[in-house]
């Protein structure tokens, strides 16, 4: 076997060894994710005749945040292409609603992505999309939910939406978009939040 081969061989093992630990802490984080899914659910059905500023609808929305999520580093196919894809489709569906679009990255190569395009961005993250951790998830969420009880009148967001990638298995990850804030109520989907009036995209 050549020395290429050999490098190819080992960087392949490397690289399944990553997705089957990627693998098991997801399935360890299901069951919270789903508790957490239904503790929101909650509070959103019970709160929904009150005036909460996390659970109330503006009629007439002027402003979006657009947070999206992808990796770090490179050599995964179309994983982040994909991301792109979906995040531009949706800032296309945000604006012709007649809503501006904040964008919020996380990731490298979405950073990257944006800064080569001139492209604007209201903050950045990234360094520990393999690895990411409650602090990592904290800080972001301090940053948009601060936004999003801002004014309009003051720079800030009246709804904010997610773009990530759900990983079905190691061959298929699937592009997602998810309303955040306010909290809705989506009654028949396994993901509290999910838009059934976003649909799930094809690519090429």
Sequence with gaps: MSATKKITKAMELIAASKVIRAQQAARRALPYTRELNRAVSALATHTRNLEHPLTTQIERPRRAALLVFTSDRGMNGAFNSNVHKMAGQMRQRLEDQGLEVKRYMVGRKGIGYMKFREIPMVQSWDGFSDAPTFANAHEIADVLIE???TPYE????DEIHAVYTRMESM?????RVRRLLPLEVVEGVTELGELDHIPQYEFE
Excluded: A, W
């Excluded at 003051?154 to 967001?157: A, M, P, R, T």
């Excluded at 061959?171 to 592009?175: N, V």
């Design 147 to 149: 936004d999003f009880l």
């Design 154 to 157: 003051e720079g800030g967001v």
């Design 171 to 175: 061959l298929t990850q699937t592009p």
